[in-house]
């Protein structure tokens, strides 16, 4: 039987200017994979027009649900917007970025109020993509669909390292102590937290690529001991004074929530994340920032016709 399952995404505000590129990700979903397998598409958005919506409905053949986050802006109880400003402003130990207010909700929302969110309570599983993430080939089997043979709960497409000089002052120590003493507290496992750490157990950088993920959501929903955690890193604050990332929490959750055979790393499927890029049938990620091209053979070969809106 096909899994209850949803592709979802969170549509770019408004002010970001970047529908063209949304439209594009859509339309390589659809036509790379959805148009055959047929998974309803739920759009989470901020303020996306009507119009726009209706554009998306009458240009792609899927089945989309709109759900507007009205709440997406809205902070913990425990919070207050004053607090958070000076944070965001890199005061009173807060880390200065230029991802604002917007970019870190949006990361506490992928975080953990995705998985908890009525509007994916009828799916298990979800697959998520970015507007700037790409479906660069055919993909010719069902990803979900292996995932739940596999009995696996999250399948990933690509690792990324974070640059050390992006990560500081990102909070990372303090998101692992915080997670290595809750762990030890309830009994759950750290030693899948090594591949994720130095030999002095402080974060390498590596992080799931959450911007292709396939999740399953009735794992997590059901799992007091993962709410608790979350409160946790809600109570800790460090979304808002950190910028800590979904990427950074995913893989912390899946390092002391599941076993290895519970996560399946996807290396046949061709992806592209804005300049990030999975070939198919391989596990390296590589990045080609606009003035720092990588020539290597795979990468030229496979995507030295495929362009994206804003590709030079
Ligand atoms: N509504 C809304 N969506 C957002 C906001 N910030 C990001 N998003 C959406 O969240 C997803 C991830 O955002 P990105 O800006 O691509 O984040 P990122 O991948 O970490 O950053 P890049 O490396 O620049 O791509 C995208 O689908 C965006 O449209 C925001 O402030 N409001
Ligand atoms: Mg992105």
Redesign the pocket.
């Known amino acids: 039987m096909k899994p209850k399952a949803a592709i979802v995404?969170?549509?770019?505000?408004e002010s970001?200017n970047?529908f063209e590129v949304?439209l594009y990700s859509l339309e390589l979903m659809e036509k790379h994979f959805n148009q055959r397998f047929g998974y309803p598409v739920v759009i989470f958005?901020?303020d996306l027009p009507e119009a726009k919506m209706e554009q998306i409905r009458s240009t792609f053949s899927s089945e989309f649900y709109f759900e507007k986050l009205v709440d997406?802006l809205e902070l913990p109880t425990h919070l207050n917007i004053e607090k958070v400003k000076r944070w965001l402003q890199g005061k009173d130990g807060g880390r200065l970025s230029a991802q604002g207010l917007?970019?870190r909700?949006?990361c506490r929302f992928y975080s953990h109020g995705l998985l908890f969110h009525p509007a994916l309570h009828a799916y298990d599983y979800y697959w998520r993509f970015?507007?700037?993430s790409y479906l660069t080939h055919p993909v010719n089997f069902d990803p979900i669909e292996t995932l739940e043979k596999q009995g696996c709960v999250y399948g990933f497409r690509s690792l990324m390292r974070e640059d050390p000089k992006r990560t500081e002052g990102q909070g990372l120590k303090e998101i692992m102590t915080l997670t290595r003493k809750f762990a030890r507290k309830n009994r759950l496992p750290l030693k899948h937290l090594r591949p994720f750490s130095d030999w002095l157990g402080r974060s390498n950088g590596k992080q799931y690529y959450t911007?292709f993920e396939i999740n399953k959501l009735s794992f997590w929903r059901n799992n007091t001991l993962f709410k608790e955690y979350i409160s946790l890193l809600e109570h800790a604050d460090g979304f808002y004074k950190y910028r800590w990332?979904d990427a950074l929490t995913r893989t912390l959750a899946c390092s002391i929530f599941l076993k290895p055979q519970q996560i399946h790393h996807f290396t046949t499927i061709g992806y592209r994340?804005?300049y990030h890029a999975a070939v198919t049938d391989s596990v390296d990620i590589h990045y080609f920032i606009p003035d720092e091209i990588d020539r290597s053979a795979s990468v030229v070969q496979e995507l030295g016709a495929f362009h994206i809106p804003g590709d030079a």
């Open positions: 995404y969170l549509a770019p505000k970001m970047r949304f958005h901020e997406f917007g970019y909700q949006m970015d507007d700037d911007n990332g994340h804005n």
